[in-house]
């Protein structure tokens, strides 16, 4: 194709929760060609990683989905179809199960990836017409964690903090986050920062990062003993009365029963759990309480665990002590997986309904049904299985037929070879998916082609809950529909949603959003699909009232709880929760010697099933490997690049060793992106309150091939 840009459209890039605003450029022929950064106050500042330069390559990648597929038996060839006759099937499919065995064995797993629009369409498929209770996302894979802390410490999900909180903190302590890997542009952003205001940057990770590299300080403790250390920084701030006595007084209860759980966790035999000196913890206790401002942010190294919630509450509770939550520069602030993750949070009632609103309560549940026309006694009374129960519901029968959309089980989830057996199991499986080569379709029996990313338009939030659009840069791809558009086919096939309204334009659909949002935490009621792109992204709130009186958007430092006693607990106060430890996972013994870890590459994204496809991407890291430390490889007599078998209790995968000092001796390191590989190990125990699973503690041995 001529290279040559006749034409940029705004966009936001589909990838990572960074949120950037980007530009693709199209050819006379309409065909994209380029991306580029688009500058101003833009989060990304006109910046983008590698996955964003390249993204214009997805429209054309190999392997898309080009019509709808069906076919009786998972051992059967496919059989091209129509979209008429694969919504027919798939919602008889739907109807002969429920009336089977009842409404809630049909399934939903969706995604963090499609549009706000789409994903709140689902909602209303899922909750109003469907009317299956067992409909949740693979965000409880990556931000589950995140949202049960929240809730537990604030009475709501929604992240407190933003971005410009890293151009006012005095100290930065990541958790289980590597930015330059994970979020590029938010550690270009954190960096110029700190080379501004020389705050200390710590890092708490049991392997030497890139992030790590980067620190003033690293603190490599043992895997899985985040709380500990949390409480011993706790005991010591407490210890040395360096608590913010007025803060806590106006804005929390719980203070007693914390002091009196942390008195347990002194920094000597904390020290001792945790694999690290106690003058370190010490030291990172008094950084911390005494900055002006400080921040604490984490990703999936708090949240993949048993106690993944605790860890977020256990940040939230640092951050609370030391009154720092609302204010610039001091925040306790996940950094969010996937492009869209938030929205499925806010809108797409996975784990609720609409704007944040609970099953369990009877006004919420009014609220939704006045609205769409449903009867509110059609909604379940509380919240069903995550996608993690949905699994083992598969197997004991209780669950027999499912719908993915935009997710990869078979790659993505720990234990993958017992994956494979249970999709065997089902009665239907339907994919929906941009592209017809991902592992799962294997078991399917009706594929759905969906369009990618930029051949629809709508809305993802970002990690610091900034909305911002995707524009259609092209018409879907072959046959492919937008996931709004196939959401709506389906719904014609079920009479409930005849007196329902299922509006085909994004825009009609954003309106509905907007109203539902208004007097809510998410109030979006004041912005427009024009205005948000006008702005390039708006963090919500954002309201109606706020825009009539010509107030205008924020950009970029908007915090939640600025205000004494705004949480969102009726009496307005954060709960201090405290949090005894107890160490559940599997840890390395004589048979399985090494901790495995896992974990992403800058140039790959989840399962590969886009970036595996991109030539520029997929040439820097075209196949699995395993971090090795040098002096654990010798005591084995392993050489570098050389094959071995990793074995777990749960199964085995062949990769190539990378010996590198980046592990301790007492740990193995495998990306979660490749087929067949570290998930065919990972054991994945459960969070009780999140339903996420420890990707990260497991328990391997090496063996020679
Ligand atoms: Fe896209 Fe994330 Fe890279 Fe930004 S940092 S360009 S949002 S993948």
Redesign the pocket.
């Known amino acids: 194709a001529d290279k040559k840009v006749e034409k940029w459209t705004y966009s936001t890039?589909g990838?990572?929760s960074?949120?950037?605003s980007?530009e693709i450029g199209t050819n006379q022929d309409g065909i994209p060609v380029s991306s580029r950064g688009v500058g101003g106050a833009d989060v990304?500042q006109g910046k983008?990683?590698l996955?964003?330069i390249f993204e214009h390559e997805l429209f054309e990648s190999p392997g898309r989905g080009t019509t709808p597929l069906i076919r009786n038996d998972f051992h059967d060839p496919w059989q091209n179809s129509d979209w008429d006759d694969a919504t027919a099937k798939m919602a008889a499919e739907i109807k002969r199960i429920q009336s089977t065995y009842g409404r809630d064995a049909f399934a939903i797993v969706s995604t963090g990836q499609i549009l706000t629009e789409g994903f709140y369409t689902l909602g209303k498929l899922a909750r109003g017409v469907i009317g299956t209770n067992n409909y949740d996302g693979n965000t409880t894979l990556c931000m589950a964690s995140a949202v049960s802390g929240y809730k537990r410490s604030f009475g709501s999900d929604g992240p407190p903090g933003c971005y410009e909180d890293f151009e006012h903190t005095d100290c930065l302590i990541a958790w289980g986050s590597n930015l330059p890997e994970q979020?590029?542009?938010?550690y270009w952003r954190m960096k110029e920062a700190q080379e501004k205001r020389g705050f200390p940057l710590i890092v708490i990770d049991p392997r030497v990062t890139m992030l790590a590299q980067n620190a003033d300080m690293h603190l490599a403790i043992t895997p899985g003993t985040d709380v500990v250390l949390q409480n011993a920084l706790m005991h010591v701030i407490l210890a040395e009365g360096l608590e913010d006595t007025d803060y806590i007084k106006a804005n929390t209860n719980g203070f007693e029963q914390l002091q009196k759980e942390v008195q347990n966790y002194d920094p000597i035999s904390a020290a001792k759990i945790c694999g690290i000196d106690e003058d370190t913890i010490r030291h990172v206790a008094r950084l911390y309480a005494k900055a002006g401002a400080a921040m604490n942010i984490w990703t999936m190294g708090i949240n993949q665990s048993t106690h993944g919630s605790d860890g977020v509450v256990g940040l939230n509770n640092l951050s609370l002590l030391t009154g720092n939550i609302g204010k610039p520069g001091g925040t306790s602030l996940s950094i969010t997986g996937q492009?869209n993750a938030m929205g499925t949070r806010e809108w797409s009632s996975c784990s609720g309904l609409p704007g944040y609103r609970a099953l369990e309560n009877k006004q919420d549940r009014e609220e939704i049904g006045a609205f769409w026309n449903v009867d509110p006694e059609f909604f379940p009374k509380k919240r069903g299985m995550a996608q993690t129960d949905i699994f083992p519901a598969i197997e004991t029968g209780a669950i027999k037929g499912l719908w993915l959309i935009g997710t990869n089980p078979m790659t993505s989830m720990p234990n993958t070879a017992r994956i494979r057996k249970t999709l065997e199991k089902l009665e239907c499986l339907v994919v929906q998916d941009s592209y017809q080569d991902v592992e799962t379709i294997e078991y399917a029996h009706i594929f759905l082609p969906a369009a990618i990313w930029a051949e629809k338009e709508g809305c993802f939030t970002n990690t610091e809950r900034r909305v911002n659009i995707v524009r259609k840069i092209k018409e879907p791809y072959a046959n492919t529909k937008t996931d709004l558009h196939i959401f709506n086919e389906i719904a014609k096939q079920f009479e409930r949603s005849e007196k329902m309204t299922f509006p085909y334009k994004p825009a009609d659909v954003f309106e509905e959003m907007r109203h539902l949002s208004k007097g809510r935490l998410v109030d979006i009621s004041g912005m427009t699909h024009d205005l948000i792109e006008k702005n390039r992204g708006i963090q919500w709130p954002y309201t109606e009232e706020q825009a009539n009186n010509g107030e205008q958007p924020p950009q970029g430092g908007k915090r939640l709880y600025t205000e004494p006693a705004t949480f969102r607990y009726a009496d307005g106060l954060a709960k201090l929760i405290p949090l005894p430890f107890i160490d559940n996972n599997e840890i390395p013994d004589e048979q399985y010697p090494f901790w495995l870890n896992s974990g992403r590459l800058v140039e790959h994204f989840h399962t590969r099933t886009r970036t595996g496809k991109i030539g520029n991407n997929n040439k820097y890291s075209p196949t699995p490997f395993m971090e090795m430390n040098p002096d654990a490889a010798a005591d084995l007599g392993i050489l570098h690049q050389t094959y071995v078998r990793v074995v777990s209790r749960r199964s085995d995968a062949v990769v190539m060793v990378m010996l590198t000092q980046r592990v301790p001796r007492n740990m193995v390191f495998i990306p979660f992106h490749f087929f067949d590989c570290v998930n065919r190990l990972t054991l994945g125990l459960l969070d009780p309150h999140s339903r996420q699973p420890a990707f990260k503690q497991s328990a391997v041995r090496i063996e020679h091939i």
């Open positions: 890039c990838y990572c960074t949120g950037c980007i990304n983008l990683c996955k964003g979020h590029p542009i938010i492009c």
